[in-house]
């Protein structure tokens, strides 16, 4: 079930908005790297003369892309998963379903706390400390705005997973 047929109150609806939101945000630093390696290529092939920092802003844009899209996509039940037998259950046996999809929510839950509690203490360290990839003198960029985008995704997740699990608990419909 979709969450869209799902009855909903005010407090979901704001964190599907908001997770929504960043889900766009997550599509639109997508659309601004594949901009900038197209740029690369071309300045590579035409002018023989690569965007300094590109390969450093990839990689750190990746994590803060999957974080930002995280949230929405287990809002939507669109995370990637082998599903066969647990559809068969949901059938079969509802409420071994149910009990599956609330440990399952439970463990997401779980790794999600772990991350915040790693990850969000370090951010005004790297803040202060000026913490960056890449290389002096060419091209560096801070660490921080990416933990930002990484903590806010892994609690809107956290939320996400939350909901899942009341649903699993409460509702005979229950999908994670």
Not at 119 to 130: H, K, M, N, Q, S
Not at 138 to 156: E, Q, R, S
């Amino acid at each position: 079930m979709t969450t869209a047929s799902r009855p909903r109150g005010p407090v979901v609806t704001f964190i599907n908005s908001v997770s929504g939101a960043f889900n766009a945000l997550g599509s639109l630093l997508t659309f601004g790297l594949m901009c900038l390696i197209c740029a690369d290529v071309a300045c590579r092939y035409l002018l023989n003369a690569p965007i300094a920092g590109v390969a450093e802003i990839v990689e750190i844009s990746i994590v803060a892309i999957v974080f930002a899209q995280l949230a929405d996509a287990t809002a939507n039940d669109r995370i990637t998963r082998a599903d066969s037998v647990i559809a068969m259950l949901r059938t079969r046996r509802p409420k071994i379903a149910r009990s599956i999809d609330f440990i399952a929510a439970l463990t997401g839950l779980s790794l999600m706390a772990i991350l915040a509690y790693g990850i969000i203490p370090a951010i005004p360290v790297d803040y202060e400390r000026g913490y960056y990839v890449g290389t002096v003198g060419l091209f560096t960029f801070p660490v921080w705005p990416t933990k930002v985008v990484v903590a806010i995704g892994v609690v809107l997740t956290g939320i996400q997973l939350f909901l899942a699990a009341l649903r699993a608990l409460f509702d005979d419909r229950s999908s994670i």
